[in-house]
């Protein structure tokens, strides 16, 4: 993944932790959960279709990254 995604990965997993650590302590309710899952998870799926969409841009960087490993795995 691109690094400049990474930040906000790690800032929508920390908060996905904490909406099912209160979901499962019943601090918030059902609806409240789905409502605050839902929309991480879509945040989650947008910022890994930007990554791919990147990845698929970069056809240069990664066949010449693919080149790279063969030439170590052939030594």
Known sequence: ???KYNKY????TAIAILVLILFFTNKVSEEVFFILFASLSIAMLILGFLAFRNALKDKEKIDLHASDIKRK???
């Open 1 to 3: 993944m691109s690094c």
């Open 9 to 12: 990965v790690s800032y929508i």
């Open 73 to 75: 795995l052939k030594k």
